[in-house]
């Protein structure tokens, strides 16, 4: 589901910035300098990543023409699609 909804780039953004946090931490322990702008950079890219898992909700496209019903259809892989159908 992860491939199909293309969110592999949110969860690696959203990684990155827990380790950046945690090194952001390690770094004030030892009082190391720098800790700010590492802290900063764990922000961004937690934000950033939680933006990106926005992204097929937000451009979903409505099944049916009334417009209540709304389904998260994969971009790729059409022929996946056909073997739940069928099942």
Do not use: R, W
């Not at 979903?60 to 417009?67: E, L, R, S, V």
């Not at 994969?74 to 099942?87: D, G, H, I």
Request: avoid cysteine; proline fraction near 3%.
């Amino acid at each position: 589901m992860i491939k199909h909804l293309k969110l592999t780039k949110a969860i690696v953004a959203i990684v990155l910035g827990i380790v950046a946090l945690i090194a952001a931490k390690v770094m004030e322990a030892y009082k190391i300098d720098g800790n700010q702008i590492v802290l900063g950079v764990s922000g961004v890219l937690l934000i950033v990543g939680a933006l990106m898992f926005l992204y097929p909700i937000v451009f979903a496209q409505k099944a049916d023409k009334d417009g209540k019903n709304v389904e998260l259809k994969p971009v790729a892989k059409e022929p996946a699609e056909q073997t739940l159908n069928a099942s």
